[in-house]
């Protein structure tokens, strides 16, 4: 559920509540100041900069999360069993040309 979370909703949220931080930061300036400008209505709602935005966000996320440290290590691996009633955790061996 958060891997969910932290892939998919987070990535795509975060742009459009920036936009809403930044809508409210600016009413604020501009009641402030009297003499700002009226925004186009064509400002208004800027979807193609959110969708955009948020897509780019979804990218990096991705690059993040689908890269997990590799080390660059080739070789088998040997899950974790069970060996005279002990754990033995997984590993990489290194494989011996036979």
């Not at 795509?12 to 300036?29: E, S």
């Not at 690059?63 to 080739?74: E, Q, S």
């Not at 002990?86 to 494989?95: R, W």
């Amino acid at each position: 559920m958060i891997r969910i979370i932290l892939t998919v909703v987070l990535p795509l949220i975060t742009p459009t509540l920036i936009y809403f931080f930044l809508v409210r930061l600016r009413a604020k300036w501009k009641k402030e100041d009297e003499t700002a400008e009226h925004i186009p209505a064509y400002h208004a709602w800027p979807w193609f900069r959110l969708i955009g935005f948020g897509g780019v966000l979804l990218i990096l996320t991705f690059l993040v999360f689908g890269f997990p440290n590799y080390d660059g290590f080739h070789g088998k691996y040997i899950p974790p069993h069970m060996e005279n009633g002990e754990l033995v955790p997984g590993q990489f061996v290194k494989e011996t040309d036979e």
